[in-house]
Structure formats: C-alpha cells, structure tokens
C-alpha cells in the first residue's frame, strides 16, 4: 500500500472499504476483539460530553420507562446521559472491559461480547441504539438481524453513522462508507424505515446519517 499514490487510495478506500480495511490489517480486523482498553479512563472522567442534536433525538424518540441497550458504547456518553435524565432499565455491549467495569459501578448492566452477536435474548428490548458502530461491522447483516431479534415486537433501532466520510484511509477499522442510499438499502432488509436523515451536531466534526427502524411484525 506505501507504494500507491495517496489519491488511489482514497478512491479505493471510498469505494471497496471493506477490502481495503482488510488489505492494510493484513486480513484481520482490529475492531472486534475483547481488550482491556484501560487508556478510555483518561477520557471517561472528563465531564460527560454533550450532543445536543443526538442527545435531543434520544429524549424525543423514547420514554425514561424503556428498556434500552447500546452497542459498542465507547465512554458510554448516550447511557451516562439517559441515566443523568432518569432512565434506569440501561443495558450495554462492547468489547471493552474497562468500559464494563465502569457502567457495573454505575449500576448498568453491560455484558462481555463481539458483535455482530449480541448476548441477550429475544423480544427484551424496547429501544436499541448503535451509535458510530454499523461502519465497523463486517457482517452487517448478522449484526442488524440480532437487533431486530432482542427488539421488542414494537420496538425501534435508533443508528447513526458517518455521512459520506471516515473510510478505512482514516479510521482502519471501517469496513463500510454509508450515503443515504447505501444505508437505506442495507437497513430495509430488516426494518421498517421510519426517518432517514442527515444531520450535524454542534460538538462532533464529521456529518451524520441517521436511521429510525422500526421492528414491527
């Protein structure tokens, strides 16, 4: 890859990001395997950021009585802010442990795993969430299918992922460039699609698409 012209890359980047992902990971995938991530402390105790525009859609779109899991949380800013507003029935996944060890001392359940599996059961959830994550998931179609399935038969998926931007020349553990387009054709194989939209938040740097899917029959 050193020998190829930077514009090329770009273009494969953009247009074959998951071969591309693979190709510079040596045919691995640096995202989805269990760490220790003890580094995320210097982040977690800084003050819980804000995102209005996000977290704005979150309080919209629920109820502080749901039941809502989150997967691949990061510093678990969407949790910390649900909980701040009231929410108690909080669930996460991720593969980091420190990030486990922080949401059990703050009373939320979090489990252990690497999506695209998700280890709950069928029909518990009223809402998921899956912030910044569906870019980095090889198998999409698996991950989608498991969050259709702990849905609750009235429940919604809430995504948000990068909009045209952020491919594997950037952030080597994106598999996937999403447009409007792209991310409708993938998300309908398995939902109900109740909003599309692009969006920009005051405190993120990249524009965002998100999706409102709904599980329904």
Not at 42 to 55: E, K, M, R
Not at 97 to 102: E, K
Not at 110 to 127: C, M, V
Not at 137 to 157: E, T
């Amino acid at each position: 890859m050193s020998l190829i012209p930077w514009r090329i890359k770009a273009q494969l980047a953009y247009h074959f990001p998951l071969v591309y992902s693979y190709a510079i990971n040596l045919g691995s995938h640096p995202y989805n395997v269990i760490r220790e991530g003890e580094g995320i402390g210097a982040h977690w105790d800084l003050p819980n950021p804000i995102w209005p525009a996000v977290h704005s859609l979150l309080l919209e779109l629920s109820n502080s009585t749901d039941a809502v899991l989150d997967v691949g949380v990061g510093t678990a800013t969407m949790l910390r802010f649900l909980r701040e507003n009231g929410y108690s029935d909080l669930h996460a996944v991720d593969a980091t442990r420190y990030t486990l060890r922080r949401l059990w001392e703050l009373g939320i359940d979090a489990r252990e795993g690497l999506l695209p599996d998700i280890p709950y059961e069928d029909n518990r959830f009223d809402l998921v969430i899956a912030s910044q994550i569906l870019e980095h998931i090889p198998r999409r179609d698996k991950f989608l299918s498991n969050i259709r399935r702990v849905l609750k038969p009235d429940g919604r998926a809430m995504i948000f992922v990068p909009d045209r931007c952020l491919t594997p020349l950037d952030e080597p553990s994106h598999v996937a460039v999403y447009d409007r387009y792209k991310l409708a054709r993938v998300v309908r194989k398995h939902f109900t699609v109740e909003r599309l939209e692009s969006m920009k938040d005051t405190n993120h740097d990249t524009p965002i698409l998100f999706a409102l899917l709904k599980k329904g029959i």
